[in-house]
Each structure stands twice: as C-alpha cells, then as structure tokens.
C-alpha cells in the first residue's frame, strides 16, 4: 500500500469535533494581558513591543550613513541621487569614522560601507539616467576621494571603484580578496559582475552561499570566512540589480540540507505559511490565530520565521509565541512532532534552528538597511514535510514579486500556491473598504496561484497541469460588514489581546480577519471541503465558535514545553 494513501488519524475535515461553551473573553484575555495563567511564569520576561526584541549584541549602525543608504541602495527607478549637501555629509562621516575621529555618532560598519558603495558603484555602472550620480555625488566624489582612498580599506576601495573606471583607482582591477582564503576570491569574481550590473548563474550563487556562511561574529575567536563589507556587497548588489529567476533559486535552496533532510510529519495536508519575516509594525497580525483554526479540522500548518528581523522589526508570530509563554526554539523534529498531535496540529519554527547559516545574517541585514534577495526566498521554505498534501502561502507588498514567489513555490513541487497582498505586505487580508486613494500598484486583498487536484499527491504532481489563479477578494461580497483593521503600534500585548478575544468568540474587526484569512485560503488552494467560499467561512467561524481554536493554541504554549 502507498505510504502517501495510509489512512490520516485526524478525523473527517468536514466535521470538526465543535462544541459550545459560555464566552470568557475577558478572563482569557485580562490573564494573558496581565502575564498570567496561561502565560507562564517566564512571559514576566518577555517585552510588550517589537522594537525590545532586538538582540542586543548587533552594534546600531551609522545613522547618517543608514539615511544614505536607504537612498541609495535600492531599485533603478526606487533610487534618489543625493544632492552635494548629503553626499558630502555622508562622506565625511565616513572618513572621521575610518580615522576614529567620529564623536557622537556611532561608528560606520564594514557592511555599511560595502552597502553604499557597492550601491553607489551599481548606479554609476548599470543604471539608468535618472538614478546614475547627481551632478552634486560626483563633485563630492572627486573632491575626497584622495582622503577616502588613504583611509578606507582594500576592500572598500575596490567596491567603490572595481575596474578604475569611476575613480582612476589603480586597486580595484587588480584586488583578489585579502586574506579570507579560496572563498573570498570566488565572492570579489562575483561582485565583479554584480558592481558592472550583471547576473550569476545559479551554481555561482549557491558556490559563494556556502562558502561563506555561517558568518561569524567579531567576537569568535575562528578566524572570519568572509569580510562583512564584501557580503554586505554581494546581498544589496544582488537585490538592486533585480535578482532573476534562476539566482532567487539559488537562494532558495542552497542551505535546504544544512541539518539533514527535513523530517516528515504524518498528516493529510500541511501549509507552509511565508510571513514576511520583519512583521508587521502598524496592523493586527492574525496569521498565528488563524492557523489554530485551519488545524481544528486537519488543515495543518507551519509557521517559520526569527522573532526580530530589519529593516521593519516588526511584530512577529515569535514575539507573538515567547510572550505567551510558547518554546519558541523548535527543531523542525519537534514542530513536526506538535503538527501531528491531534489536540495541535499546527507549529511554529524559530530559522535559528532550521537554518543556521542564514540566521546568522540578521545583524548583517540592519546594517545593509534594505531587504537583501533573502527576504523573498525565506517565505518559501519547507522545515517540515508532509505525507499528504502540501501547500505554500506568502505574502509580498511590491509589484514583480507575485510571480517570483509562485515561481518558486512551483520549484518545491507543492500542490497549491498562493500569494497575497495583505496589508503590510503581509498575509492579512482585510474587511475594509476599498479606498479611492489605494496604494499603487497591485491593491490590498490581490491573490494569486496555483492549486491541483486534491487526490494528487507529491510524488505524482510532476506533469500535472495546475490551474491558475488571478482575483482579488472583497470581503463584503462574503457578508462582511466594511471595518478598518484594529492597530496594534508594534504592541505584541496589543496584538494578542485582539486575537484571543477574537478566538474566544468576541465578535469585531480581529475575529473578522481571522475568519476571512482561515476560509479563503482553505477555499484558494482547494482544500478539501472549501469548494464553496461561504462553507469554508461558516467552517472557519465553528472552529472559533467553538472554542476549540482557542483550545489548540493554548494547547500548543503547553506542549512546546514538552515535545
């Protein structure tokens, strides 16, 4: 008998285990406000915002030189030239740091400096009129490149003039790399194409990846496989150059067996759901709700992700979990453990413990300011894998990256795709009304994908035809009533305070979203039982009604403890 056709130990999806129960809304949500019950003993530990779980050992970068960045090192129509002011502002800082003549500022990191110029290199070689130097970057350039020339490291100068083609610079043809070994020559050959605004074959990316990660610390004692500047290079060049397709691959699978093959949990249907890792900093975030009730009727998912992550550093389903009081360090052995519980059935799983090398850029990631090619490849990972059916879910807020995204969730072979442009960019979408001054570019509520036939299993999907899918949900045409989306500020208090109220059956905005996220998604990637949308949003409301989502996330802080 086919292991994928074994029979499931959930029960029928159609007809969840509900039952009725009075409302305890405000004893459920006055004791995990006050940190207590069913928050645990730890939750005394954990901070009520966002911003509080930024670890402490990443060195704040350079605000001067960060603002510059932001500028800078970004799209070729993002891009806005610096006019004399700033850039000699910006280069100055830059020098006084070099000298450690810097006062009241912090000092300008290695990856800072890789950042910007590298930037300030790809604008000059590759993009258009509009976006290439002002007439102000390239009289300040000329004017202290003499003093950035005899402060600035070998590395540096050479980003910033690779050919001696900007600059007349006499390093920059012949630099190698320093003393990093036989990987940091493949990275300085790399940036070479990158800084002159060309692509690298997928081999060539996945080749510097694992050459260089994990990154090390300042602080440990190995000696450092790669200088942060190059790295810092390597990432922003990628991503101003508009990665292609076969490099986003690269990115997406070449750390896939760092700790072995992933674990596979016996479940029916597993969704991966791909947050945008930096959180959200201004809505309700209602994607951890939402899969405690898709599990009530043996619609697994799992959620990954770090708890603080630039350049947003919003809140996160980690934030979320920890001040609950959840074990948010889970191997993916674990979570998988929790995804087959039949009183959970749905888990969460820290990338420090799934991906090590890839964690270890989080710091570096501040310091480039803008999202590296990783902030799209990281939303279509699979930790754990599943016997049955597998679905991927991400959310993205910029047009062109829709299709990127599908693309690769079609390269990890799932039967169902989906991208949403939820508020934020990420997965929430909304039950308020359509604006007239609505954002540009794709609006909120955009969904798109791909989902096949539910008897396919994986090992089978190879071939098949998927059917395609372009629409954008309006949530009144479902009975909701118009609202505007609860604000949370960066509270993670705040946020859990809405979600369990919402999941103890206080009806509102928060208990809305989280019905319309579980039902449509159900219904978008044809899972089983959500052919019809208004059946997969009275299914969603049973599960809350019921109590019984509620029950699987206080389920879920408990046994994390215990697997």
Known sequence: MNSLAKPIRYGNPRSPRLHSRPKRTNLVVKSAIDMKGILGTEATKNPTLSTSYRPLDIPTPNRTVLDAQQRVCTGPEQTRPLDQAQIMAVL????????????????????????????????????????????????????????????????????????????????????????????EMRLVGALREILAGAHLGYEEVQGVLRDVLPLEKESEKERKKVREALLAAFLIGQRMNRETDRELKAYCLAFDNELGPPPIADVRSLTHYGEPYDGNTRFFKSTLFVAAVRACYGESCLLHGVEWMPPKGGITEGQLLKFMGANTQLSPDQAKRLLEDESVGFA????????????????????????PPLATSEKVQQFVRARGKEAIVAGF???????????????RSVHSGLVVKGEEGALSMTTKAKSENASKGL?????????????????????????????????????????????????????????LAALDGEKGPAYDRIVINAGMVDHLLGCSGADDVKSALDRARAAIDSGEALKRLMNFIKLSHKV
Request: charged share 20%; with cysteine; net charge negative.
């Open 443 to 499: 609006p909120v509520n955009h969904c798109s994908g791909f989902r096949s036939p539910y008897s396919v299993f994986s090992s089978e999907i190879d071939g098949i035809s998927r059917e395609n899918f372009s629409t954008v949900v309006n949530a009144q045409d479902y009975g909701f009533e118009p609202s505007d989306t609860p604000r949370t500020d960066r509270s993670v208090a705040r946020n859990i305070e809405l979600g």
């Open 348 to 371: 969460y799983v820290n990338l420090k413990e799934a991906r090590p090398s890839l964690f270890s850029l989080v710091g570096l990631r501040e310091h480039i300011k803008k999202r």
């Open 397 to 411: 807020y910029h047009v062109g990256y829709e299709d990127p995204l599908l693309m690769l969730m079609k390269r």
């Open 92 to 183: 100055d800082t830059i020098i006084r740091s070099a000298r450690g003549e810097l006062k009241g500022e912090e000092p300008v990191s290695q990856a800072q400096l890789g950042a910007f110029f590298a930037g300030m290199t790809i604008r000059a070689n590759a993009f258009p009129e509009a976006t290439q130097w002002s007439s102000g970057e390239r009289a300040a350039m000329q004017a202290f490149w003499p003093e950035l020339a005899n402060s600035l490291p070998p590395e540096i100068i050479f980003l910033a003039d690779p050919e001696g083609t900007i600059m007349g610079s006499s390093l920059g043809p012949v630099y190698s790399g320093g003393n990093g070994g036989p990987g």
